[in-house]
């Protein structure tokens, strides 16, 4: 059976950070890029990050010099490390996996990220 398992969210100050971390089991990573996605209020998922078996990483334009994706493909595990974080970041964050040039199908529980002022 195959499931994603999110932690590390929490509420945070303007310009603080934040480590999320995903655990997947069964064939969750198996031959699959693992990522992130977010869900702002009142607004569409979002791709935030990427990454794939072979270390290559995707950053969405606006977190990519503040957000660094990783993996561990012997633990099944992929983190976001958040830096700088705004409000604008705020939302719930969601870890996925999927095939190459196929949308996520596995998708983690989420777990929710605030950032004040």
């Known amino acids: 059976q195959v499931q994603l398992v999110e932690s590390g969210g929490g509420s945070v100050q303007a310009g603080g950070s934040l480590r999320l971390s995903c655990v997947g089991s069964?064939?969750?990573?198996?031959?699959?890029?693992a990522g992130w996605y977010r869900q702002r209020p009142g607004e569409a998922r979002e791709f935030v990050a990427a990454a794939r078996r072979d270390g290559k990483t995707y950053l969405a334009d606006d977190v990519e010099d503040r957000f660094t994706i990783s993996r561990d493909n012997d633990k099944n595990t992929v983190d976001l490390q958040m830096s700088i974080l705004k409000p604008e970041d705020t939302g719930t964050y969601y870890c996925a996996t999927w095939r190459p040039a196929e949308d996520p199908d596995h998708w983690g529980q989420g777990t929710q990220v605030t950032v004040s002022l």
């Open positions: 069964g064939s969750a990573f198996s031959g699959r890029i």
